[in-house]
């Protein structure tokens, strides 16, 4: 088995790099401030779309700088990885992409039209257990009985530094940020974003968000130790493990503000207000960072917000469960 | 134009008809301008507005027959046909036909054998029958894609259709709400019924598409939730299983 490469730290450097390598493969994605969400939150909005990369979520910056830097290094015969399923969709579109075979480790968690999603994009799909984290042991045993590369997410400053591209492109288009929201599973996007937006707008404050079924990362946090929670089943299956990430945990304590909890009827209200109100369609993952604001808004008063939309691949059956909840604003107020 | 109006410093005053699409009309007073709900369909709001312009002094935009506004709807094709080096076809929805005569303009001087075909509401056929007789042709408008529901075709728009499009195409309202579910499912992307019309024209040509790199404009995503819930109840015009 070989490794990914954790001996450094991200550096801005870095992530500037990452971009350039990465973009002929992820198009820059939009951010828009939303008019009506900006009057219904009372405070300035903004939304970074990551349901836009051909992947339909963020995990694409950090699969493609992990995966082609190590092309870079060595010749790739076979790429291994365990995911709840939006890194192991990345992973499969890329290894295509560069032509290297891809095995993606799945929990029984993980729903049957992603894992059909990940063998569409020519990944092989194995199912690894009945937790995120049997698949993700499942994966390392493989990759080290195959000889093959293991992309280990929350153990690679690559996979971080991809993520961070997001809040390059953010920090780059839009000045003056007071608060920087996004959702957090195991926290390397919540690294990367954290690392940038301290570099380049040290005023703004960081917050990721996790469901309050599955809070090991932001417990965690607070508590300043690795804890390890296990998960209950909840809306947002792209952040559910039990296990925390000792790796990205230490950059998350140097770089991150503030961790929240959320439930899961706010989760699906915030796909559901993206829908009606932003014509914006997110997986409930990749909503969670609106619910948090929602959740926090007296916080948010009057501030200059920038909530990260993480992924856009939603089953029919998540769109049905949000629109059958109350939206946060009704759209004609 | 309502935001448009608002960067540029501008009061607009936006007719639309009196059953208007709420989320839309939700909008154009969301960006501030004022919001006329007039007539029984699009075409008798147009007339509205152009008293009411004419009246006040006002501009009066005429969607489809402004240089402008069309020249602007062109920088979509115009996007596209520099972002692929090889382009068979665009699939454009189509209402009063301005966005298709723009596109066209723009992507046929680009890529000279690409085909621009456009889609219609089959309930809403006024300028696909136009294209037909070559001429004008006005028909009822009666669909649920509110975005393409247009009786009266513009002087202009439609004599660039019908110079420059190569063919057009109808889908009906149950085409286009599981069009709507196969974008929500398979793309992973909110459109609104028009939005929808080109997945559902080039779904119904797709054995001529074989191997063809071709482009599907999706036109907007304005949907109101109740229809949306109806598109999501549907089967999706593209089956999954099959893939």
């Known amino acids: 088995m070989t490794h990914a490469e954790t001996d450094r730290q991200p550096t801005l450097g870095g992530i500037e790099k990452a971009m350039e390598m990465i973009r002929p493969y992820v198009p820059e994605t939009p951010l828009l401030r939303s008019e009506i969400l900006s009057r219904a939150f009372g405070c300035d909005l903004w939304l970074k779309n990551e349901g836009v990369t051909p992947t339909f979520s963020f995990k694409l910056r950090g699969a493609a700088n992990e995966l082609l830097h190590a092309r870079a290094r060595r010749t790739l015969d076979g790429i291994v990885v365990s995911s709840t399923g939006n890194l192991g969709l990345a992973v499969a579109w890329l290894a295509r992409a560069i032509r290297v075979p891809a095995h993606i480790f799945v929990s029984d968690a993980v729903s049957a039209e992603k894992a059909r999603l990940i063998e569409i994009h020519g990944g092989a799909v194995h199912r690894g257990g009945a937790e995120y984290d049997d698949a993700h042991m499942a994966a390392i045993a493989f990759a080290r009985d195959n000889d093959l590369h293991l992309v280990d997410d929350g153990a690679s400053v690559e996979i971080v530094e991809g993520g961070g591209t997001t809040a390059l492109e953010v920090a780059r288009q839009l000045a003056d940020i007071d608060y920087c929201i996004l959702p957090i599973g195991g926290g390397s996007h919540s690294a990367g974003v954290s690392f940038v937006m301290k570099a380049l707008q040290p005023q703004a404050r960081v917050v990721a968000v996790q469901p309050d079924a599955a809070p090991v990362m932001v417990k965690s946090f607070h508590a300043r130790q690795a804890l390890m929670i296990p998960p209950r089943r909840n809306v947002a299956d792209g952040l559910t493990q039990g296990e925390s990430v000792p790796f990205t945990l230490a950059l998350l304590w140097r770089y991150l503000d503030d961790a929240w909890l959320v439930g899961d009827e706010d989760i699906l209200a915030a796909v559901h207000t993206l829908l009606e109100s932003a014509h914006v369609l997110t997986e409930p993952s990749g909503a969670t960072g609106l619910a948090g604001a929602w959740t926090r808004r007296r916080e948010l008063r009057g501030k200059r917000v920038v909530v990260i939309l993480t992924g856009a691949n939603a089953t029919i059956e998540q769109l049905k469960a949000a629109l059958a909840t109350q939206p946060f604003v009704p759209l004609a107020g | ?243």
Not at chain 2, 54 to 68: K, M, Q, T, V, Y
Not at chain 2, 137 to 159: H, I, M, N, W, Y
Request: glycine letters at 8%; charged letters at 25%.
């Open chain 2, 1 to 243: 134009m309502a935001y448009a109006a608002r960067l540029a410093g501008l009061a607009a005053d936006i007719f639309l008809p009196a059953i208007a699409n709420p989320v839309k009309a939700a909008m154009i007073e969301a960006f501030g301008a004022r919001l006329h709900k007039i007539g029984h369909d699009v075409d008798a709001a147009k007339d509205a507005s152009r008293a009411f312009g004419a009246e006040r002094g006002s501009l009066f935009i005429d969607d489809g027959n402004d240089i402008d506004v069309m020249e602007g709807a062109g920088t979509l094709g115009l996007e596209i046909a520099r972002d692929l080096a090889r382009l068979d076809a665009v699939i454009v929805p189509v209402g009063g036909a301005n966005l298709i005569s723009g596109v066209a303009t723009a992507v046929k001087a680009l890529h000279k054998s690409a085909r621009v075909i456009g889609v219609q509401a089959k309930g809403a056929p006024s300028l696909y029958e136009s294209f037909r007789a070559r001429r004008y042709v006005e028909r009822p408008s009666d669909t649920l894609a509110d975005g393409l529901a247009q009786r009266v075709p513009p002087k202009l728009a439609l004599e660039v259709m019908i110079k420059l499009a190569d063919d057009m195409m109808l889908a009906t309202d149950d085409e286009l709400l599981s069009g709507v579910r196969t974008m929500a499912e398979s793309a992973h992307v909110l459109v609104e019924l028009a939005g929808a019309a080109a997945l559902a024209g080039a779904w119904q040509r797709r054995a001529e598409f074989r191997g063809k790199t071709i482009v599907l404009i999706l036109s907007g995503a304005n949907i109101t939730m109740d229809l949306l819930k109806r598109a999501l109840d549907r089967d999706p015009i593209i089956p999954l299983a099959g893939l």
